[in-house]
């Protein structure tokens, strides 16, 4: 196969180093790897030692000099092939994944890659059948997140203006679309509108679906994957203020604060009250909405002492009864605080 210069840079840019690395069998965790040489390591270099450099499609040991490079070299040292062998390999892998049928990413990728709540108990059933596209959704989310900006202008005023600053918005990976048309393109360019529509960030008719609602609130697990995201929308006169991914709500916001330690933890209506009592200072975590809480989620409250700050509104209301019915069914010890009518948790703090 003879391929000129250019093509060759555009085919390098059109797959993901990750994507690539996982093709090949190395199964990369948060983009490490075990070195192409690990005999030259102690244990087989069981903790891996080898980083994929998602944003450059580069990779490269910590331990030895010579292995480092782009896509087309991974591709040579792991099959140990010719530059020529590599790229066709490198074309094949990249024409297929274009027409990759989305349930390509139907089954587990691996074990390491199976749902991992951050929560405990039987929550481990659920984790062997999970959702037809869930580990693309954590890979879609993966690459709008690392190509997000960092919080700054109107996002950063509207924060502000909840009292919510940046050392919450760093300690929470909060962040904000930049260029809607740039993160639109780049997306399409990593995957096939069939998985953008999947993963739920894609309409039917294509498009990505948060083109005024450019602030970024991602549910991490304790591992740092995005497993779910809300985005929200910083002017008033859009509506809704909030959209959800489409499909199954899989942990609930901040659910690293559910470590299994004996403690007292707040359960807030929606991210940005959640934000606000983490602000403070307070462990909280949060639901997406007063009637999300998810029975499943119960066992990952185990050892806490759960405090429900709903809003003080009809809904919020019938959704903590609901709630603490779900906890206490579970043997967890809940309690409501019940705030002045009408106000939530962030204004109760002053945001406005
Ligand atoms: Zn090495």
Redesign the pocket.
Known sequence: MRLSKDEIERLKESVNIADVARHLGMNPVMERVR?L?PE??SHG?RTP??TLNTKNNTFK?W??DD?FGDVISLVQMNKKCTFPEALEWLARFAGSKIKAPPKSYAQPLDPVEAPELGLGGNLKTQAAKPELNFNLRTQVLKVLIENSDDISGACSKYLGKRKIFKKTWDLMGLKQIGDYQKMSDLLKRRFTEQELQDSGLFNESGHLRFYRHLLLLPYYNSKGDPLYLQARAIEPEVQPKELSLKGRITIPYNSSALNQKPGVVYLCEGVIDTLTLIEKGFSAVGVPGAKNFKPEWAPGFKNKKVFLVFDSDEAGREGAIKTIQILKDAGIDADNLSLPEGMDINSWFGGS
């Open positions: 070195c040489f030259r390591h270099d030692s080898m040991c331990v030895c292995v």
